[in-house]
C-alpha cells in the first residue's frame, strides 16, 4: 500500500534501541555489546552469575516478543481468557497496565503470565528515547506478587523469571529499575526456588583417618596420581618406616615405578630391602611384580642379598606358579642375572609338559624362546637342559605395544622417507623379523667394501644361532663378505623418565642383536627432534651412515 505524500514514514531504529527491544510481532537478539555488559557485570553478583551461567539457552530468555501465547508449555492450546490476557500483557503501554491486569485478573493468570510481563517491562523501560514513568511502589508490587506466587512456578518458568529479572537489575535499566538489583529480594527468591528445585547431592562419604601406609595405599591408588606422577611425591613416600609397609603397599609402588618409568633408586632398593626381609612371607605371585620394575628400568639393586633371596623363592614356588617363575626369570634376564638352577628347572621336559596344557601356554612358549636365546648368546657356561627346537616360537614378531600405541609420536616415517630419497627403496627393509624373532627398525646390507647392496639380491637374515665368525657371512654369488647394518630408532620413551638409561626391554634386544653379528647404528630421539625437515634429516642420517664407512649411489656400486 503506498503511503500519501507527507505523510512521515517508520522511523529506522537507533542502534541501541535495536539492540535493546524489539516490538510485538518483532524478532529480537541482543547485541555483541549489551552481551558484554551482561558478562561484565555478572561479575559483581554470585546471583547474576548463576543466572547467566546456569540457565538453559532457550528463546524466552531474551526481552523480545513471547512466542508461547498460542500453546501451553506442555503443547496444550491455552483457553481463549488466558490467551487474551497474555495479548493484553504483551500490549500493554506502561508498567503499571502490567500491574494491573495481573492483580485484576487472578483466575485467569497462569505461571507463565509473570516472563511475559517480565519481558514487556524490559521492552517498556529500553525504548528510546523516552522510556514511561515508573513509581517505586509498582515495581515493590509486581515484584512481591512474582515472589509470592513463584512456589507454584515449573523450573522452566523459574528459569525464565530469574534471567529475565538479571537483566532488568543491568545497565541502563538499573537507572529506571531501583527496584531490580542484582541482590534484591526478586532475584533472591528465585534464585532460592530455582536452588530448592535442585536435586538434593548426597553428603560426602566420611574419610577415614590413614596413618602411614594407609596413606601410601591411598595415594598409589588415585586415579590422579597414576595419570600424572610427580617424582618429588615419589620421593617422599621412601621414608615411610618399614613396619608401616605392606605387600600390596609395595607391589603397588613397584608398579607405579614400572608403569612410568620411574628410575629412583632409593624406592627401589627400598623394595629390594623389603623382598629380602619378608623372604619367608611372600610368594611368587607377588614376587614377579615386585621385581618387575627392576628388569623394566634396567636396575640392579645394591642390595647384597636380592640375588640369592630370589634364589631361594624361585627353588621353593617353581613348580607352585610356572607363569609367575618364568616372570621373575624375565626380569633377571634383562638384569642378565640369570639363575643356573632356575633354568634346569624351567627347561625340564617335565614343567615344558606341564605348562603346555595351561591357558598360557603361548606367552610362556615365547618366553621361555626369549630365555634359551639368552642362555645361547650370554651364558656360555650354561651345560644344562635347553628348550626344544620343536617349542620355540619368534619372541617378538611385530613392533612392540609400546611402539604400535604411540606410532604417529615416532620418528620411524620420516627416517623411512629419509632413506628412501638417500638410498633408493631397495637398498633397506623397514620392520623386518631376524631369528630369533627380533623386529628391526632399518636393515642395510653392506659389502666388505662398504657398499649399500639391494636387499632384495641378498640373504638379510644372519645365521642363529651364530657362527665362529658372527660378523659376516659370505656371499657366493659375489665372492666377498656381507655386513648387516641396523639402524636403531631410540625414541623418548625407549628410555627411562630421565632420559639417559635405556629400558631393560630395548637393552635386552640391542645386545642380543649385537651378540648375534648385526652393527648397530643407533639413532637417538635427541638427534632425530633437532632435525628440522626432511632436508636436515638427510644429511644427519647420510653423515651417519658415512661415519660407518658405507657408500651408495653410482659410486658405491
Not at 547431592?201 to 606422577?229: D, S, W
Not at 635347553?386 to 604417529?408: G, M, S
Request: glycine share 8%; hydrophobic share 35%; with cysteine.
Amino acid at each position: 500500500m503506498r503511503r500519501p505524500r507527507g505523510e512521515p514514514g517508520p522511523r529506522a531504529p537507533r542502534p541501541a534501541e535495536a539492540a535493546t527491544c524489539a516490538g510485538p510481532g518483532e524478532p529480537w537478539s541482543p547485541s555483541p555489546s549489551s552481551m558484554l555488559r551482561v558478562l561484565l557485570s555478572a561479575q559483581a553478583s554470585s546471583a547474576r552469575l548463576s543466572g547467566l551461567l546456569l540457565l538453559p539457552a532457550v528463546q524466552p530468555y531474551c526481552l523480545g516478543p513471547s512466542k508461547w501465547g498460542d500453546r501451553h508449555p506442555g503443547g496444550r492450546p491455552h483457553a481463549g481468557p488466558v490467551q487474551g490476557l497474555q495479548r493484553l500483557l504483551e500490549q500493554a503501554r506502561s508498567p503499571g497496565e502490567l500491574l494491573r491486569w495481573l492483580g485484576q485478573n487472578p483466575t485467569k493468570v497462569r505461571a507463565h503470565h509473570y516472563p511475559v510481563a517480565l519481558r514487556r517491562l524490559g521492552q517498556l523501560l529500553g525504548s528510546q528515547p523516552q522510556p514511561p514513568p515508573v513509581e517505586q511502589a509498582t515495581l515493590q508490587d509486581l515484584s512481591q506478587l512474582i515472589i509470592r506466587n513463584c512456589p507454584s512456578f515449573d523450573i522452566h518458568t523459574i528459569h525464565v523469571c530469574l534471567h529475565l529479572a538479571v537483566l532488568l537489575g543491568l545497565p541502563p535499566l538499573t537507572l529506571s529499575l531501583p527496584g531490580f538489583p542484582s541482590d534484591g529480594p526478586l532475584v533472591c527468591a528465585l534464585e532460592q526456588e530455582r536452588r530448592f528445585r535442585l536435586p538434593p547431592k548426597p553428603p560426602p562419604p566420611l574419610q577415614p583417618v590413614l596413618r602411614g601406609g594407609q596413606r601410601l595405599e591411598a595415594a598409589l591408588n588415585c586415579p590422579r596420581f597414576q595419570r600424572h606422577p610427580q617424582q618429588h611425591l615419589i620421593r617422599s613416600l621412601a621414608e615411610a618406616r618399614p613396619e608401616e609397609l605392606t605387600p600390596h603397599v609395595m607391589v603397588l609402588l613397584a608398579q607405579h615405578l614400572a608403569r612410568h618409568r620411574l628410575r629412583e633408586p632409593q624406592l627401589l632398593e627400598a623394595i629390594a630391602h623389603f623382598l629380602v626381609v619378608q623372604e619367608a612371607q611372600l610368594n611368587s605371585k607377588v614376587v614377579q611384580k615386585l621385581v618387575l620394575p627392576f628388569g623394566r628400568l634396567n636396575y640392579l639393586p645394591l642390595e647384597q642379598q636380592f640375588m640369592p633371596c630370589l634364589e631361594r623363592i624361585l627353588a621353593r614356588e617353581a613348580g607352585v606358579a610356572p607363569l609367575a617363575t618364568v616372570n621373575i626369570l624375565m626380569s633377571l634376564c634383562q638384569l642378565r642375572c640369570l639363575p643356573f638352577r632356575a633354568l634346569h628347572f624351567v627347561f625340564s621336559p617335565g614343567f615344558i609338559n606341564h605348562v603346555s596344557g595351561t591357558p598360557h601356554a603361548l606367552i610362556v612358549r615365547r618366553y621361555l624362546s626369549l630365555l634359551d636365546t639368552a642362555v645361547e648368546l650370554e651364558l656360555p657356561g650354561y651345560r644344562g637342559p635347553r628348550l626344544p627346537q620343536r617349542q620355540q616360537v619368534p619372541i617378538f614378531p611385530q613392533p612392540l605395544i609400546t611402539d604400535r600405541a604411540r606410532c604417529k609420536y615416532s620418528h620411524k616415517d620420516i627416517v623411512a622417507e629419509g632413506l628412501r630419497q638417500l638410498l633408493g627403496e631397495e637398498k633397506y627393509r623397514q620392520d623386518l623379523t631376524v631369528p630369533p624373532g627380533y623386529c628391526t627398525d632399518f636393515l642395510l646390507c653392506v659389502s666388505s667394501s662398504g657398499a649399500v647392496l639391494p636387499v632384495r639380491t641378498q640373504d638379510p637374515f644372519l645365521p642363529y644361532p651364530p657362527r665362529p665368525c658372527p660378523h659376516t657371512t659370505r656371499d657366493p654369488v659375489q665372492s666377498h663378505f656381507l655386513l648387516r647394518v641396523v639402524l636403531m630408532l631410540r625414541e623418548r620413551w625407549h628410555f627411562c623418565r630421565d632420559g639417559r638409561v635405556l629400558l631393560g626391554s630395548r637393552a635386552l634386544r640391542e645386545r642380543h642383536l649385537g651378540l648375534m653379528g648385526y652393527q648397530l647404528l643407533p639413532l637417538p630421539f635427541e638427534e632425530l627432534e633437532s632435525q628440522r625437515g626432511l632436508p636436515q634429516l638427510k644429511s644427519y642420517l647420510r653423515q651417519k651412515l658415512q661415519a660407518l664407512g658405507l657408500r651408495w649411489g653410482p659410486e658405491g656400486g
